[in-house]
């Protein structure tokens, strides 16, 4: 089957703005954030002036000198596009072996694939396609024999990509590994939520993090959760299996859906944008950056992380 535009629709769930509505409007440039409706008196010098109809943004350099020693709780990752770009030439090329074998006719091109990721999870990725665009002859008929269709498929797929990450053809992003290294120094709780397989997943962290990393992080993954993102289930259940307050918790995530689900859960976010994201809209971020990054070219660290929490700029 050839590749085909889709048009896919998704719920919406309730806005977490209450919790939020203090919360920084923070965008970046390369090494740099903007700072959007500072007040004057904090960043301006007397001479300038800033009405409510104008709209002023400036630039600061992100330094960990800027700013306190406020630490959140906890740091969660989500996994794919965040510790690892995987979409384009991780997942999708390992659902496209996966259909190659089984002879299904089936192949997700890079734009058709960048709309399916809309879409939360392998399963319901591929559920939503075929209920689309038609079934494959090989799938069964009746609704319950499909779940077990698309369940093997599912598990072949993540067998393909976990060989991908253990023979390392996918790295990391930059500055993950020096952020994880700094919140695990600082005694700051470290998570990863994501709906990918929580094999996958598993995979990611201890093939590329390393053990030592990997014995002190938590992965919530999967089907742990009924519902998943833009849902905020997962990140709600990693605050409360963690012991800490939403609102102590900063979340790395790359995607819209992500963010989404995020603020949902009473977080703070930030967002390193990845290859098939990088148009979204990320309005209600609290932080926006191409990547976290490693020194000399970092984008930010642990100490700005801490510096989103007290609120310092008001939108």
């Not at 998704?10 to 970046?28: E, N, Q, Y």
């Not at 510790?83 to 997700?108: A, I, P």
């Not at 932080?287 to 990054?293: L, N, Q, R, S, T």
Request: a neutral charge.
């Amino acid at each position: 089957m050839a590749s085909t535009a889709i048009s896919l629709s998704l719920p919406t769930f309730p806005s977490s703005s209450s919790t939020v509505k203090a919360k920084p409007s923070i965008f970046s440039h390369p090494h740099l954030f903007i700072a959007k409706n500072v007040p004057s008196s904090s960043l301006f010098s007397s001479s300038t002036k800033i009405t409510k109809q104008i709209r002023t943004a400036f630039k600061i350099k992100c330094s960990s000198a800027s700013f306190s020693n406020t630490l959140p709780s906890a740091l969660l990752f989500d996994c794919d596009g965040v510790l690892v770009d995987t979409e384009k030439d991780g997942h999708r090329v390992s659902f496209n072996d996966t259909f190659n074998e089984k002879e299904l006719g089936v192949t997700w091109g890079v734009d058709l694939y960048g709309e399916l990721l809309k879409i939360g999870g392998g399963k319901e990725r591929m559920t939503a396609y075929f209920n689309k665009t038609g079934w494959p002859d090989k799938a069964p008929k009746s609704e319950e024999e499909r779940k077990a269709f698309i369940a093997s498929l599912h598990k072949r797929k993540t067998e393909l990509f976990m060989a991908l990450i253990e023979n390392r053809l996918l790295p990391l992003r930059p500055g993950v590994a020096k952020l994880i290294d700094q919140a695990l120094g600082e005694g700051v709780k470290v998570a990863v939520c994501s709906t990918s397989n929580e094999k996958a997943v598993s995979a990611v962290v201890s093939c590329l993090l390393g053990p030592e990393r990997a014995e002190k992080i938590q992965i919530f993954a999967g089907d742990v959760v009924p519902r998943k993102k833009p849902d905020p289930a997962i990140y709600t259940l990693a605050a409360n299996t963690l012991g800490v307050e939403p609102s102590s918790c900063v979340v790395v995530e790359d995607s819209a859906i992500g963010l989404a689900a995020a603020k949902a859960a009473g977080m703070t976010c930030i967002v390193t944008k990845s290859g098939y994201t990088a148009d979204e809209d990320f309005l209600n971020a609290d932080a926006v950056f191409d990547c976290i990054g490693d020194p000399p070219e970092e984008r930010f660290d642990l100490a700005f992380c801490g510096s989103l929490l007290e609120k310092q700029y008001v939108s």
